[in-house]
T-cell receptor
């Protein structure tokens, strides 16, 4: 069964700095999702990556997928406080169930 | 366009009772998935429904069941509630089974006493 691991679990970063969240998965996954969750709220879809080498960007967030390495990254550029949230990656194969990572709790401080 | 709605938003039950949660997907979406989120286990897949048929089921006991109606609305039922069933239950809808983008509802927070 697919397993999805995220690291780091916690990330405290200063405003203006760059950082990357990593998402490794154990077996074949033909799609990789990134979500954001604010405290006490539901999930918000950020990116869907469907093929090797896929790169998507929205504002200060950029996600990429390397299917050969079974790795996806979420890169944060020049972090701002509004990006503080928990970020989840999730993978699945074909139409199988979605498996979530443990989440990365990001805190951005001045 | 209205988003995914879930009712009720909060629920308190006692052990042994049963509960039914409802999810109304975005208009035109035919796929509905359910997830359980707990501090200990994180986000776990429960079921996926498409065109009134359960397509996938997660590793949950038979006490967890669900269904989807012809208008794509979905319900999930948990019988013989246990303390460990306390969780945030999230519903997500998408246009089709490819789940290119899932749109999540606000969730139902269930507390079992």
């Amino acid at each position: 069964e697919l397993k999805v691991e995220q690291n780091p679990l916690f990330l405290s970063m200063q405003e203006g700095k760059n950082y990357t969240i990593y998402c490794n998965y154990s077996t074949t996954s033909d799609r990789l999702y990134w979500y954001r969750q604010d405290p006490g709220k539901s999930l918000e879809s950020l990116f869907v990556l469907l093929s090797n080498g896929a790169v998507k960007q929205e504002g200060r967030l950029m996600a990429s997928l390397d299917t050969k390495a079974r790795l996806s990254t979420l890169h944060i550029t020049a972090a701002v406080h509004d990006l503080s949230a928990t970020y989840f990656c999730a993978g699945g194969y074909n139409t199988d169930k979605l498996i979530f990572g443990t989440g990365t709790r990001l805190q951005v401080f001045p | 366009k209205a988003g995914v709605t879930q009712t009720p938003r909060y629920l308190i039950k006692t052990r042994g009772q049963q509960v039914t949660l409802s999810c109304s997907p975005i208009s035109g979406h035919r796929s509905v998935s359910w997830y359980q989120q707990t501090p200990g286990q994180g986000l776990q897949f429960l079921f996926e429904y498409f065109s009134e048929t359960q397509r996938n089921k997660g590793n949950f006991p038979g006490r967890f069941s669900g269904r989807q109606f012809s208008n794509s609305r979905s319900e999930m039922n948990v019988s013989t509630l246990e303390l460990g069933d306390s969780a945030l239950y999230l519903c997500a809808s998408s246009v089709g089974r490819q789940r290119d983008t899932q749109y999540f509802g606000p969730g139902t927070r269930l507390t079992v006493l």
